[in-house]
Every structure is written in structure tokens, then in C-alpha cells.
């Protein structure tokens, strides 16, 4: 999308227009084309393109936000845009009525979440990006909170704002960055308003090795659902930082964190027992899975394997739960004897620490049968061993 065709499309006619599509459930990438076609008989190039991406791009931006039906984005900027929960729960790092910095805003999907308590200086130097975050301001009913500046921030002076918060690109050229300081820019450009903000929060890889995080700042991970969707760094005026946070949320609106404690003992370690656990992945990546089974009494099978055990059965928000039917060191054909004696004709295939794949463990196993089973390919203490499972 140009940002002529983005300017039409706030024009009573592309309004229209994009109501129109919006209600239209044939459209889809696959006929995008004819669409096109058929919508340049009657409108400008720039203005077709702009309203069907705009109506795609609604549609898939319905996973990461509520409000999108009346938001704006470039598929770019989608896919780079914090999910509205996350930027949620991470705008409560600020006090409310703060005058907050927003570095390398986009189209708004942390400065918008920023606004909603607090006042913010919203800095890019895309003009299209810009542009989309000022329609999403007004649309949200947010502008009053939101100062919007095109500039390159690396050049700018911030003093006198209570924090600040930068995003900074963690790709090139399709590839993954690892280290903070391959950024764009990198992290330690911050280092520049030490003097000048007290708070800085950067959103980082949520796989960022425990070697490239830099001295002085707290880590952040958080899960959405089940699924680890991001990471952030703190750092924080006068605090030593190293502190590890797990934070684990849900589309219901649930939110539970937990804090490691570094000086926490190992958790005990034993046979499987009646019950499996799979810590949330924010848990594993906090380093909090000892703090999590010596809080509710669950032991381990192997200290380097992330799964509990216990006896009764335990609930909690940090954990999946699975009822252990049977269990045994690991045997191929004493597998295939059990599958086959209980009917096993399917079987999903978990694994931690195991190196067998899923794929080669069911054609090994030659399975017949009209059930369904999940098994666990993990280790006890360093041996292999293989649990039937059943899912609470
Ligand atoms: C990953 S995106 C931010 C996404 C945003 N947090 C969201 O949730 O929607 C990074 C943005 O930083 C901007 N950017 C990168 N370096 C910049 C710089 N030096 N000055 C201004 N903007 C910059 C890019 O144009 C891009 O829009």
C-alpha cells in the first residue's frame, strides 16, 4: 500500500469501499486479482490496492487484535506488531499518567496499548507507518494521548520522559538475529538516555541466548495461550538487574506471573508417577522450573529435562497436566507389544531429550488398532524411557 491509496481510503468513498469489502466473505488472497480487476473499472490503482490489503489485512490481524476491524496495517507492520494482549499487560511497566517515549512505533501496536494510561511521543521514520498509527489513534479514540514525530530517534534527546520503549528489528534478510547488539539499532544504542529516562524496556527475541543478555537488565517472557510470543529486557535507574520473570496469559484475560529465584534448590528427582506436567515455555525460558515444583511439591525424572511428576494431582496456570498410564525404560518391541495388546492404531508423539523423531518411532512401531495414544519419549536420569499419557 502507497500512502496516496492509504489517504483515499480515509475518504468518504474509500470508506465505502472498504465497508463494502469488509462485509464481502468471498474475498480472499486467492481472487484478490480479479477483485482488482474488477475494482479498477471504477477506482484509482492505488485506491484498489490500498482497500483490498486493508480488508485482508483486518481479517488476519483478528489474531493479534480485537479492535481490527477498525485498525490499519501494511503486512509488515502486522506481522512486526506486538499482539494487543502482550502490549497490554507490558504497558502496566509505567506508572499511569507518564510521559513515555515510543521508539520505532509502527503502526501503534505497543504505543496504542501505551496510551491508554499514559502520554506518548510516538517515533518512526516510516511515513506510511505513521500515517496508519494516526488514523489507529483517532479510530481507538487515543490521538489526545499520542504525539506522533517522523525522525530517525537515534538522533533525538529525551529528557524529562518518565521511560521509553523501543522495538528494534531482530531480522535480516529473512534471518534471525541472535545477538542484541546486530539490532536495528542495537541494544546498546539506549545506553545514550541512561542520563536522561528511568525506565527502558526493549522487546527482544523470546529465543535470545542467556549469553547475549546484557548486564543490568531483568528479563521478561511471556505466553500467550500456551505459546511464548515475546520477551522483553528492563532496565531500571539505580536496580542491578538479572532478574528472570515468567508471565503467562490467556485470551480469556487471565495473567499469572512468577519470578525465579536464582538461589532456589534443584527440584527432588523421581520415577515417573501418576501424574505428568509440562511447564508453560515462559516458565522453562525464566528459569523458574525448580521454583514451579518445589512450590507445588513435584518432582523431576532427569535435572535437564523440563517435566514434573507427582503423585496427586496438581492445577496450576504455569502447567499442562497428563495422566501417566503406563510407563517403562524405553524397548522397541516392548512398545509395540503394549500398543498392540490396547489396539493403538494412531499415536502423537511427544519428546524432550530424546533423539528419536515421531516420524520413525510410528513407522517402527507398525501400528494397528482403532485407538488413538500420546506417548513421551524422555529420559530418567539420563536413561530413555517412554510414557503413556492422557491429556486432563
Ligand atoms: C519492529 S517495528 C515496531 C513495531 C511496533 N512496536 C508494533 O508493535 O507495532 C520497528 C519500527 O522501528 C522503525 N525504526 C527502526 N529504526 C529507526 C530509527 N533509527 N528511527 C526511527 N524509526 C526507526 C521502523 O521503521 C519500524 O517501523
Not at 127 to 146: D, M, V
Not at 192 to 198: A, E, L, T
Not at 347 to 372: D, M
Amino acid at each position: 500500500m502507497e500512502i496516496e491509496g492509504f489517504r483515499w481510503l480515509l475518504s468518504d468513498a474509500g470508506q465505502q469501499l472498504l465497508a463494502e469489502l469488509s462485509n464481502d466473505r468471498d474475498l480472499n488472497e486467492a481472487n484478490f486479482l480479479r477483485y482488482t480487476t474488477k475494482l479498477r473499472k471504477h477506482y484509482p490503482a492505488e485506491a484498489v490496492t490500498a482497500a483490498l490489503e486493508t480488508s485482508l489485512l483486518r481479517r488476519a490481524a483478528q489474531a493479534k487484535f480485537p479492535q481490527a476491524s477498525q485498525l490499519y496495517f501494511t503486512r509488515e507492520a502486522l506481522e512486526q506488531a506486538t499482539p494487543w494482549l502482550v502490549a497490554n499487560y507490558r504497558q502496566r511497566h509505567f506508572a499511569a499518567g507518564s510521559r513515555l517515549v515510543d521508539l520505532g512505533c509502527s503502526i501503534g501496536g505497543d504505543a496504542l496499548a501505551l496510551a491508554q494510561s499514559c502520554s506518548v511521543l510516538a517515533i518512526d521514520r516510516d511515513p506510511l507507518r505513521l500515517a496508519l498509527l494516526e488514523a489507529n489513534a483517532q479510530a481507538l479514540g487515543l490521538s489526545h494521548q499520542i504525539i506522533i514525530q517522523a525522525a530517525d530517534f537515534t538522533t533525538l534527546e529525551f529528557a524529562g520522559y518518565a521511560g521509553l520503549f523501543i522495538d528494534p528489528a531482530r531480522r535480516s534478510n529473512g534471518k534471525r538475529i541472535w545477538d542484541v547488539e546486530h539490532y536495528q539499532p542495537p541494544l546498546s544504542t539506549l545506553e545514550r538516555w541512561r542520563g536522561q529516562v528511568p525506565i527502558h524496556g526493549a522487546k527482544v527475541a523470546p529465543g535470545i541466548p542467556d549469553e547475549a543478555v546484557p548486564a543490568g537488565y531483568d528479563l521478561e517472557f511471556i505466553s500467550l495461550d500456551g505459546d511464548l510470543r515475546e520477551a522483553s529486557l528492563w532496565w531500571q535507574a539505580g536496580q542491578v538487574g538479572g532478574q528472570r520473570k515468567a508471565v503467562v496469559l490467556s485470551s480469556a484475560g487471565a495473567e499469572h506471573s512468577l519470578i525465579a529465584d536464582p538461589s532456589q534448590a534443584a527440584a527432588a528427582l523421581s520415577e515417573p508417577l501418576a501424574y505428568l506436567y509440562e511447564p508453560d515455555p515462559a516458565v522453562i525460558r525464566a528459569h523458574a522450573v525448580a521454583d514451579i515444583a518445589n512450590q507445588l511439591n513435584l518432582t523431576q525424572f532427569d535435572p535437564s529435562i523440563a517435566y514434573l511428576t507427582s503423585d496427586c494431582l496438581v492445577q496450576s496456570p504455569f502447567l499442562r497436566v497428563w495422566q501417566i498410564e503406563q510407563w517403562l525404560p524405553f524397548n522397541l518391541k516392548a512398545l509395540r507389544q503394549i500398543l498392540q495388546e490396547r489396539e493403538i492404531g494412531r499415536v502423537t508423539v511427544k519428546k524432550r531429550g530424546s533423539p528419536i523423531t515421531p516420524e520413525e518411532l510410528s513407522k517402527q512401531l507398525r501400528l494397528k488398532g482403532r485407538y488413538e495414544q500420546t506417548l513421551v519419549l524422555t529420559k530418567l536420569q539420563g536413561q530413555p524411557i517412554v510414557l503413556l499419557v492422557k491429556l486432563l
